[in-house]
């Protein structure tokens, strides 16, 4: 890897991650599907040659169909985008389950034979964390654009070749950083960007409950990604200058199960997630606190998730003697932002599809992907060193 990805800025990568117009083949190109029938499980859709629709994409699929890549099946056939939907897994019970509730969505069991159906013009991938960066690779390599679920993959190193690699063959790379679709984050993000807020002091989130325990990753790889994603778009796609981290494994397999993060940004500001998978209580909270005002995100609330404190306090500018010194704190009113919620993973997944069909650039692009992994990737060498602050980009 000789070639230099900074990931403070979208310098050195062209458009982002990479639409030079060269290669791609658009979606005016019709294919009867001959010779690519989908029957991994004996599962036969009715294969009607009919025109493609406007605006939709030949084939879109799906790889991984365990817990969450049913979501986005669901969300591939129900907004149409694609005249065929492929749903791939190893595991035939995941392949009849998705045949059971899809009767149009074709299924198979090779990723190989997925990636050479010219059909297909963009792939899901949704398998386990360790294998993201094999299978989006792969999917490159046959010029498929590729959605990865988060994390995009396991060291910066891999998803530096992936973002290298989407440009190369012009293809959209896109992360599933779901949280940056969800209506409350991007309303936070609005509130931060008007100056509603003042200067970002800093930011505390918790995210636990009990369980989903993971076999391939801590739950800093698995649950933190999604606070440092929202962190970093807070931020304005502000990297952090250094990253600690301490956690723990409390069932013997060296994963960590809990977890601390700290993220220091410059101009003093610092943010904090807590990342829990043995916590009685599912907690999904975030607080932003402000030089002007105060913000709470509940994202377990049913409505009402944002609420904006008009709270603050000021010190003296000047004063000669201690006695002088007194704080001034202000407790004003709580503002309740209305938010038009929609699903996340619908609005993503319309995004992913707009970004193939139009060769744009995805909000949560092969950049923004690499600079959340490398946020963990210090977080894992902080754990290795118990705890100390470890800058970010370092070798590790
Ligand atoms: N964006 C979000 O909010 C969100 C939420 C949950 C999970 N995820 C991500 O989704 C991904 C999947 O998580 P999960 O909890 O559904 O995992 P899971 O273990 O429940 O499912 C993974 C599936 O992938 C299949 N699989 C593994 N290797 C395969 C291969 N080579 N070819 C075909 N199929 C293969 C397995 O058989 C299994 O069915 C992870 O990356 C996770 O981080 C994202």
Redesign the pocket.
Known sequence: MSELIRIDTDEGLINGNGHNGNGHNGNGHVHNGNGHVHNGNGHHPARVEEPVVPGQLRGMAV???????PNWIRNLSQSQCARRVVA????QK?RDHISRLYSGVETT?S?EELLDDPDIEGVV?????S??YA?ARRALEANKSVL????LATSSAQAAELVRLARDRNRVLMV????EYSAPVLKIREIISAGELGDIFYISSVRANLG?F?RD?NVAW?LA??DISIILMLMGGRVPEAVSCQGESHYGQDIEDVAMLTLRFSKNVIAFIHVSWLDPDKIRRTTIVGSKKMLVYDDTASQEKIRIYDKGVSAPPHYDTFGEFQFSYRYGDIQIPRIEEKEP?GQECEHFVDCIRNEKTPNTDGLSGLRVVSVLEAASASLRQGGQMVPIGSKV
């Open positions: 790889v991984g169909l365990g817990y969450w890549g791939c897994d190893l595991d995941r069991e990723y991938v949704a398998t386990p964390v294998t993201h299978m990865v679920e988060k994390p599933g950083h779901t949280f989903l993971q990753v698995d990604t999604h993973l």
